[in-house]
Structures are given as structure tokens and as C-alpha cells.
């Protein structure tokens, strides 16, 4: 029986546990970040980690709700302009003052970040320019009509202009053509406390890859004294060492204890929180001819053929998987986003239909099925390398002989961007709270000067679905941008070029003297996990 625990029973004391440090709080990390600099990898490991340090002009409650940030207010000039009022008297960890040059440099630093895993031109792909009227009002000017423009904000971190070696003057240009950005340091010199600086409630006081994160408080943080004067954050990606570690009182509070634990956490005393979150896991399909990892079709790639492609999603127990590997913890997808969020249409979870399957395996011209690898994390989504065994031996059965190719999260996304393997499982929470998100970045046709795609490491590609997105995303009308995306999801979705297979359901176990309020994002934030008081 799921333990679902929203309330907290304060005062609640249990033989042994160890009162929170007044001063500090110790978090388990089920993943680890793979980078402080919060321009490099758009990845939920690394947002909800450098949002305690960095800030981003808007920012959005635990129900994705767009709220202000670094901005104060905003307003649509005409159809490609808006103008930001920034909020005065925010300082940055350095001591120098936020203004508009800090906002121009971090829009301009996004594309000159190297190597990136997923880029951020996601969000800025559309930015024509920008220009302060003064220090603290900033126009944007986007190519397109722009209704998210707010929405989109939100994961692009500001830094500061002044650590990072800016010039006096910093002037925007399209694709990487400022001017005034000096050298731009690299992802490694965020590693560096005086290069990490932001204007969050947190500084960073260290950090030890596999080891942990130290934090410690801003005293001058312009939202007010953060609740605690030092946050650790350890990455213990195992299960069993991570729930060991909250019982036995190494830390204080831990994300996604095991399935099987949580009865036992819950009967310990701990205070349990859950919600279902935006997390789609998802399976994407390599469609290009020469995809690797594929045997037995003489050279061919059978993921190109849309009825193999729906074989495969047919053969999948979605509800099976669901009640018996996540052991409740999650929903079976049917879109991109779980209903009734925007842009989604309620649309029927695919049918576990073997026989069905094999059908059309057969009319694919393979009616002995083929062999192929698929790729998984084993330390990034709840139970992820459980499902992809699962997912395996349902594709088996239907005559596709399936090896699991399971690595760490940094090894996987890696190998993945690299388009290594022909078919792989992986997961997607929708930043924006709404369907261009995962439309714009897993299934939009692959285009890295525009950002479009950059998560599509299948190469799946759909010019109707191109053409209606697009129209989508510069769409003002909300009525009408809700049923674009719904028809642009629709397309994807009925040519199978990319598989959902279910919704996450979030955990997270603490002491009863914690609060926290579950996130749709799945972010564990250190800001938010709140001190009970008591009278």
C-alpha cells in the first residue's frame, strides 16, 4: 500500500533518529550532477542542484506556475517584443550588483558553452536581440511570435558577468556574435567557487565529483535568510546505501528511496511525500539507415518501417509495469505529458496487443523478428534499468530478441548523444509545465544552430509535425496554441516516432522535523525543504 503523506505530523519522535542539525541539512541524491556550471547540461540533476545558487529571471512554484524572479514584472511591447523590469538591489555572491548586463551576457554565453549534452539553445534558439534600457529594464526581441517567452526563462540561469572576465559593455548578437564577452570560461572553471557565482540563497562552498556538494548560506540573499547556514548534498546512487543512510541518520532527507523500502521508511517514523510528477520515460527509436546495434535484416533498419515501430509499442504491458515493477509509483503513458497538463488530449494508452504485433512484424517483412540492443541508464530514473529488462522480454516475446545495454547516467547520455544505440529508454520532464516542451526537444526535427531536436537522438523527423509546432510556439491565443500542440503531439505520436511508456510518480523520505512540498518537476531543491516549528 502506498504511503502518500502529505501532511507531517510534527513533533513526531522515534527511539534513536537523531534531531536536524538547527544549522544544516544533508540530503541523498539518487543521481549526481555532471556539471556546476548551470549553462552546460540541461538536466534535471543539474537544475534542481544549481537553482540554490543560480537564478533565473522567472521562476515556477511546485505546480509549474510562472511566477517572478530576477524580474520583477513583464510586459508584451508588441507581438516580438517584451520588456523586463528587473528587480534592484539583488546582489550576486561577489558582492557586484545584478543588472542587465548580467542577463545580456548569460543569454549570449548559451551557445558558446562547449561539448554540451543538451543545450540551452532550446530556449534561446528564437532571442533575434536584446538591449538595456537601463540597468535594470531589458528588452527582448524574439524572431517569432513568442507567447512563452516567460515560461522559457525559467531554466536559463543568470552568472555573472563581472566573474566570468566581461567587459564593461556587453552587447547582444545572434548565434554567439556578442560583443564584449572576453574569454569565456568552460564548464570545468565552475568547479571554482569565485567562477560559480549566482545570486541564489546558496553559495558554493565546495565540490567533490562522487563525493558531495557543500553549500553554504547567502546572508544576503534578496528573498531573505535562507533556513540553513550549510546544505551537503552526497550523490548515493545505490539503493540500498542510500535508504541505510536516512535510517541510520547520515542524512537528513533522500530522493526516490526504492519501492520496496517505502512501507519500511513510512513505519520507521519518517514523513513521506509523493505527487505524480511531469516525467514522461519514453523510448526513442534511431532512424537512420545505418543505426547500429540492429542483426538479422541484412543491413536494414527496421526502426525506418512505422509498423515495426508500433510492433513495438503494442508489445509493451504498460499496466504491467506500472503495478509490478514500480509498484504503483507510476501511470501508463499515453502522450507526452500527463493530462490534463497543456497541450495534451487525453489520449488512450497504446494496448498491450502481442498477437497484434507480430502481425505486423510480419507484414514489416520480418516475420522472424530481428535482434538489437537497447540502452538504458541504471541510475537515473526510478527502477530504470528494472524497466528496460521488462520492456526486453515483452519485445522478445514478439519475436525481437532485445539486449539490455545498461551504464551509469554519465556513461548512458554520453553514448546517447554519440547515437549509439538503435533504440534506447530514457526520461523527460517538461521544464515549461506544457507539450512544446518535449515536442520541441525530443521529436522536432534535429537542428543544432536552432536548438530544435536537441534531445532527439534518434533523428526522428516529421516536417508536418515541424511545420504545426512552429506554428504552435508563436501562437498568442492560449485556446488555439492548446489544440496546435495537441495536433502536432497527435502526428508524432501516430507515427511512433517516439514511445511512451509512463508517468513517474515522485518520492521523497525524510525526518519528521523536514517539510517539502513534492514538485512536478521531480527537483529536489535544497530551498525548499523547510525546519517544522513547533509551539
Not at 534535471?44 to 520583477?72: C, D, H, M, R, Y
Not at 523590469?85 to 542577463?103: P, Y
Not at 554540451?116 to 539553445?121: C, F, K, R
Not at 540553513?228 to 541505510?244: L, Q
Amino acid at each position: 500500500m502506498k504511503a502518500n503523506r502529505l501532511s507531517l505530523a510534527v513533533g513526531l519522535l522515534v527511539a534513536g533518529m537523531a534531531p536536524v542539525a538547527a544549522q544544516e541539512l544533508s540530503i541523498g541524491l539518487k543521481s549526481e550532477a555532471t556539471s556546476m556550471d548551470p549553462q552546460f547540461h540541461n538536466l534535471a540533476t543539474n537544475t534542481q542542484v544549481n537553482k540554490n545558487i543560480f537564478e533565473s529571471l522567472t521562476t515556477q512554484s511546485s505546480v509549474q506556475k510562472i511566477t517572478p524572479g530576477l524580474a520583477e514584472s513583464w510586459e508584451a511591447v508588441d507581438d516580438t517584443t517584451w520588456r523586463f523590469k528587473l528587480r534592484q538591489g539583488v546582489k550576486f555572491h561577489n558582492g557586484s550588483d545584478f543588472t542587465a548586463r548580467d542577463v545580456i551576457y548569460s543569454f549570449c554565453r548559451v551557445p558558446l558553452v562547449q561539448n554540451s549534452p543538451s543545450s540551452y539553445t532550446i530556449y534561446t534558439g528564437d532571442i533575434a536581440d536584446m538591449e538595456a534600457e537601463d540597468d535594470h529594464t531589458l528588452l527582448i526581441r524574439t524572431v517569432d511570435k513568442n507567447p512563452l517567452l516567460p515560461v522559457n526563462l525559467w531554466p536559463l540561469a543568470i552568472v555573472s558577468a563581472d566573474a566570468l572576465g566581461a567587459e564593461d559593455t556587453v552587447t547582444y548578437g545572434p548565434e554567439g556574435t556578442c560583443e564584449g564577452m572576453g574569454e569565456v570560461p568552460q564548464a570545468p572553471a565552475f568547479n571554482d567557487p569565485d567562477i560559480a557565482v549566482g545570486t541564489g540563497p546558496y553559495k558554493l562552498e565546495n565540490y567533490t565529483r562522487g563525493a558531495e556538494l557543500v553549500l553554504s548560506r547567502f546572508d544576503d540573499y534578496w528573498g531573505g535568510t535562507p533556513d540553513w547556514e550549510r546544505v551537503v548534498m552526497r550523490p548515493i546512487t545505490s539503493n540500498g546505501p542510500r535508504v541505510a543512510a536516512l535510517l541510520a541518520g547520515d542524512v537528513d532527507m533522500i530522493e526516490s528511496p526504492p519501492i520496496q523500502d517505502i512501507s519500511r521508511i513510512d513505519d520507521a517514523g519518517f514523513n513521506i511525500v509523493d505527487a505524480l510528477s511531469n516525467r514522461v520515460i519514453y523510448l526513442h527509436l534511431q532512424q537512420l539507415a545505418d543505426a547500429p546495434g540492429i542483426g538479422g535484416t541484412d543491413g536494414k533498419n527496421p526502426l525506418m518501417d512505422k509498423r515495426v515501430r508500433e510492433a513495438i509499442s503494442l508489445s509493451i504491458n504498460r499496466d504491467a509495469i506500472a503495478e509490478r515493477i514500480m509498484g504503483g509509483y507510476a501511470e501508463p503513458a499515453g502522450e507526452l505529458l500527463p493530462p490534463p497538463m497543456f497541450g495534451t488530449s487525453g489520449r488512450a494508452v497504446d494496448p498491450y496487443d502481442p498477437e497484434r504485433a507480430k502481425e505486423l512484424l510480419a507484414e514489416a517483412g520480418y516475420p522472424d523478428g530481428f535482434t538489437l540492443n537497447l540502452g538504458t541508464p541504471n541510475d537515473r530514473y526510478i527502477n530504470d534499468e528494472q524497466v528496460a529488462q521488462a520492456v526486453a522480454q515483452m519485445m522478445a516475446r514478439i519475436g525481437i530478441n532485445t539486449t539490455v545495454d545498461a551504464t551509469t547516467a554519465s556513461q548512458f547520455f554520453s553514448r546517447r548523444n554519440a547515437l549509439e544505440f538503435p533504440i534506447y529508454m530514457a526520461g523527460w520532464g517538461a521544464a515549461s509545465g506544457e507539450m512544446s516542451s518535449p515536442l520541441k526537444a525530443l521529436v522536432a526535427t534535429f537542428d543544432a544552430d536552432t536548438g530544435m531536436g536537441a534531445t532527439n537522438a534518434g533523428r526522428y523527423s516529421n516536417p508536418e509535425m515541424d511545420k504545426v509546432l512552429i506554428e504552435a510556439m508563436s501562437t498568442i491565443d492560449e485556446g488555439q496554441r492548446d489544440e496546435l500542440l495537441q495536433k502536432a503531439e497527435t502526428i508524432a505520436l501516430d507515427d511512433y516516432g517516439i514511445i511512451p511508456l509512463h508517468y513517474e510518480q515522485t518520492v521523497w523520505a525524510m525526518k519528521p522535523e523536514l517539510t517539502y512540498e513534492p514538485r512536478m518537476d521531480q527537483y529536489t531543491m535544497a530551498r525548499e525543504v523547510k525546519p517544522t516549528t513547533t509551539e
